[in-house]
């Protein structure tokens, strides 16, 4: 769909479809287009980017996005060339850590009916949905496991094919350069050390505890973050 200013907002699911007028990805186009190698390409365009932005609306905000390709949208300028931007449609999969919320001083909207929340609001049928590192966990998941892995998949495939050129994605490498960004970006908004960094995809039950740590430090009378 057209976005603000002429440009395209594109679902992530789409980026590796084929493009109407050139026949070709659009990822692959987008590479082609640019002088970077492609996982330096792919970890500006997906890791770098959202990581920060992942670990902002959990921490400053209590939100959680379903954040698969089809909800997640990239931001394209009018002549295609990534604008750094990230959208979501769907609120459907929008998932709201509420006590973080009250603690931060977040407006809590009036719901009809809340007294019967899952009746009313209830939207996975897990029974671990209405725990927070659940919400987490299918967040995180989804990006790492169907937006990032794929990508990954792609560009080896691309690599095999000769589409591509320089040093070849090895396995577990966006995900691991998208765990480094999450790592960076919580040490620097709670200003500590998280200790030795790993792929959150492979350890996510670890990370998770070391989230639920964190949200514990945000439940205090004066949480830390560093803008």
């Known amino acids: 769909p057209p976005g603000q200013g002429g440009g395209l907002r594109v679902p992530l699911r789409a980026v590796g479809a084929v493009a109407r007028q ?16 492609p996982v330096q390409f792919v970890d500006t365009l997906l890791c770098s980017s959202f990581a920060p932005l992942w670990v902002e609306l959990v921490f400053r905000h209590g939100l959680m996005l379903e954040a698969h390709g089809q909800e997640l949208l990239l931001a394209l300028s009018p002549d295609g060339v990534p604008t750094g931007h990230f959208y979501y449609r769907d609120l ?40 927070v590192w659940y919400k987490w966990r299918v967040s995180l998941f989804d990006y790492l496991y169907l937006v990032l892995r794929e990508v990954e998949l792609s560009l080896r495939e691309w690599h095999e094919r000769d589409l591509v050129r320089g040093p070849k994605c090895q396995e577990g490498e966006l995900t691991t350069r998208f765990s480094h960004h999450l790592f960076t970006a919580l040490e620097h908004a709670f200003n500590t050390s998280l200790g030795p960094r790993y792929d959150t995809l492979r350890s996510l039950h670890r990370f998770l505890i070391a989230l639920a740590k964190l949200r514990k430090l945000s439940m205090r009378s004066s949480p830390p973050w560093n803008s």
């Not at 070709?24 to 190698?37: I, K």
């Not at 009250?102 to 899952?118: E, K, Q, T, V």
């Open 22 to 37: 050139a026949g070709l990805p659009l990822l692959l186009t987008l590479l082609e287009r640019s002088d970077m190698a």
């Open 92 to 131: 459907e999969g929008l998932q709201v850590d509420w006590e973080l919320r009250r603690h931060l001083g977040c407006p809590a909207p009036l719901l009809p009916n809340s007294w019967a929340w899952r009746e009313t609001y209830g939207r996975w049928a897990s029974t671990y949905s209405d725990f």
